[in-house]
T-cell receptor
Framework: ETGVTQSPTHLIKTRGQQVTLRCSSQSGHNTVSWYQQALGQGPQFIFQYYREEENGRGNFPPRFSGLQFPNYSSELNVNALELDDSALYLC???????????????FGPGTRLTVL | AQSVTQLDSQVPVFEEAPVELRCNYSSSVSVYLFWYVQYPNQGLQLLLKYLSGSTLVKGINGFEAEFNKSQTSFHLRKPSVHISDTAEYFCAVSRTSGDKLIFGTGTRLQVFP
């Protein structure tokens, strides 16, 4: 069984640029959630996708957007990067409704984004 | 709305000693509770979860946690820690299964030889 993978592992961008982060879900999972983890903080929920549709969003501006593809892989796009966007971005996949009450989110290793 | 408070930002402990990492939550509805561990430069790994039923939950690596509804707590314990347990530990809640996770700020467990 393949776990959750993310690419790239590290990324350096400058303020104002745009970035795309990628996530490949665990086999059989149709739900993906993205989190931002600033240094020394707990992860903060950005948004969730279920079967290619956005299924909930946290308190992040519209310049944070996402996509989920038919194979349930996902992208996180951030436009007009700001210094405060520097963080570890975590992707988590789960079975969604098929997981029932026991559904659990499984996390990837994350992408470390540095904005200069 | 739900929230999570991890009362200790750092917990230093010697190897083979017991440890307790504290977590309190706030919610007006029933919640699911989780503990995740994050090793340096890695993602989050699920240690254990409480959905319902027995209030004592056993997880991986010898960890266990007890759900206390009256005190709205979900403290994590291990009777004897190892050097390899050195990591950041996060308590989290969700309103429903598969819903967004709301995390605490984390507790850094440092195990000394």
């Amino acid at each position: 069984e393949t776990g959750v993978t993310q690419s790239p592992t590290h990324l350096i961008k400058t303020r104002g640029q745009q970035v795309t982060l990628r996530c490949s879900s665990q086999s059989g999972h149709n739900t993906v959630s993205w989190y931002q983890q600033a240094l020394g903080q707990g992860p903060q929920f950005i948004f969730q996708y279920y079967r290619e549709e956005e299924n909930g969003r946290g308190n992040f501006p519209p310049r944070f957007s996402g996509l989920q593809f038919p194979n349930y892989s996902s992208e996180l796009n951030v436009n007009a990067l700001e210094l405060d966007d520097s963080a570890l971005y975590l992707c988590a996949s789960s079975l969604g409704l098929a997981g029932g009450r026991g559904d659990t989110q499984y996390f990837g290793p994350g992408t470390r984004l540095t904005v200069l | 709305a739900q929230s999570v408070t991890q009362l200790d930002s750092q917990v230093p402990v010697f190897e083979e000693a017991p440890v307790e990492l504290r977590c309190n939550y706030s919610s007006s509805v029933s919640v699911y509770l989780f503990w995740y561990v994050q090793y340096p430069n890695q993602g989050l790994q699920l240690l254990l979860k409480y959905l319902s039923g027995s209030t004592l939950v056993k997880g991986i690596n010898g960890f266990e946690a007890e759900f206390n509804k009256s005190q709205t707590s979900f403290h994590l314990r291990k009777p004897s820690v190892h050097i390899s347990d050195t990591a950041e530990y996060f308590c989290a809640v969700s309103r429903t299964s598969g819903d967004k996770l709301i995390f605490g700020t984390g507790t850094r467990l440092q195990v000394f030889p």
